[in-house]
């Protein structure tokens, strides 16, 4: 059974940053994509930035060039480094992790506010 669990939300002022960590444990699959999701209130999940089993990135229009998301392999384990933050950004933040199956973290609350 898989378990995503992720930790690093918190409350930010705008221009800070946090590190948003997702750790996967259980039966996975030896080649799996990565990503990070995002739902604000009223809104509906987007997608913020995923990374490929071969370490292809890609992201949001409104996130590129502020997060950057990466993976450690051996510890099945995915960051999303948040920089630049803006009130915008706040949301819950989720961990997807996608083997042909789809699973999801509790999510992880930031919030962006001075």
């Known amino acids: 059974q898989m378990q995503l669990v992720e930790s690093g939300g918190g409350l930010v002022q705008p221009g800070g940053s946090l590190r948003l960590s997702c750790a996967a444990s259980?039966?996975?699959?030896?080649?799996?994509?990565m990503g990070w999701y995002r739902q604000a209130p009223g809104k509906q999940r987007e997608l913020v930035a995923g990374?490929?089993?071969?370490?292809?990135?890609n992201y949001a229009d409104s996130v590129e060039g502020r997060f950057t998301i990466s993976r450690e392999n051996v510890k099945n384990t995915v960051y999303l480094q948040m920089n630049s933050l803006k009130p915008e950004d706040t949301a819950v933040y989720y961990c997807?992790?996608?083997?042909?199956?789809?699973?999801w973290g509790q999510g992880t609350q930031v919030t962006v506010s001075s």
């Open positions: 990374v490929t089993g071969g370490g292809r990135t």
């Open positions: 259980g039966r996975i699959s030896s080649i799996y994509d």
């Open positions: 997807n992790l996608n083997d042909g199956g789809s699973y």
